[in-house]
């Protein structure tokens, strides 16, 4: 049998333990994956915003699994409940285990209050892939799209993830930026959390100015 | 050793995807049954209240009935509409139950790890099942 290595062989995959394993696995399979996901879905649709939302879904299920793996792997199961938190998690963690290394910055949207961006130079799944003109603004970085909101819906806070390209003077490539728009009711949780925080605060017990 | 215990894993929309009675006792009314999972599930209001304030994943006690109290341990992290680890009991082995808790945890992340598996239905495998009742049976 080709490639039988030392690993030593489950009966069943729930006894096989969870521990890291190899970290790397091959960028050329991976490339391939991909490119033959986005070929077949393309078959299966008639228009770019079909593609673009099979791949998001894609992407959903890796981000579910990848956020219980990661919490139970790296943050020995502490939850996150801060929105800073859970994207910083994001920005760092899950980024480094899917693609190496930290994604290039996250920022605060200037315009809406629920508007976030995580942008990076180049993404790994855009790599091998060029887009022909007449697909106009499609982008196979609508799976990493998914992976973040499957990763956001799984923390409870549920948002809208698209991914966009933004043109930079200087750079042949244009950079790409994932825009996270959160849902209403995670701005208004997270709105009701800083209040409480500012009560609590400021409910310290002073000095009664009419204490004798 | 526990005499009744039930236990449950609660996912999306309060829909049971597993569930067992793992308790030792031998008889089992149906009536029982019954009881532990409406116990159960009264139970996640409470937990839905408690869930946002608190970043640990292992609730001790949640509710009480009777002698009977319940257990919880988040899994996907965080808590409203996410899978949630559920059990009923009648022991005060807190440690074990932790221990319990978190194994069944692991298994339910190797289970989720299968692409084909859809997020949310149910647990069907019987090796999930036998591996289950083994570690209650150790831990509880």
Known sequence: ?212 | MATTACFTIVSKNDIPIYEAEVGSAVRQKQEQVHQHQFILHAALDLVQDIAWTTSAMFLKSVDRFNDLTVSHFFSLTNNSIHTRLMLLHDSRNEDGIKNFFQEVHELYIKTLLNPLYLLGSRITSSHFDTRVRALARKYL
Request: with cysteine.
């Open chain 1, 1 to 212: 049998m080709i490639g039988v290595g030392k690993a030593k062989q489950y009966g069943n995959v729930l006894d096989k333990p969870l521990s890291r394993g190899r970290q790397e696995v091959s960028l050329s399979a991976f490339a391939f994956l991909f490119s033959e996901l986005v070929q077949y879905n393309q078959t299966q649709v008639d228009n770019i915003a079909e593609l673009e939302r099979r791949l998001e879904d894609a992407g959903y299920a890796v981000g579910a699994r990848v956020l219980e793996l990661l919490c139970h792997r790296d943050k020995g199961n502490r939850r996150e409940t801060r929105l800073l938190g859970i994207l910083s998690f994001i920005h760092s963690t899950v980024w480094k285990v899917l693609f190496g290394k930290v994604a290039d910055s996250l920022e605060k949207g200037t315009e809406h209050e629920d508007e976030y961006m995580i942008s990076e130079k180049e993404l790994l799944v855009n790599r091998f892939i060029s887009v022909p003109k007449d697909m106009g603004a499609f982008n196979c970085g609508a799976f990493v799209a998914g992976i973040v909101r499957g990763v956001l819906d799984g923390a409870g806070f549920p948002a809208v993830v698209s991914a966009h390209f933004v043109p930079i003077e200087g750079q042949q490539r244009p950079r790409t930026t994932i825009l996270i728009k959160f849902a209403e009711e995670v701005i208004k949780l997270l709105l009701q959390i800083l209040k409480e925080f500012f009560v609590f605060v400021a409910r310290k017990p002073r000095k009664s100015q009419y204490c004798p």
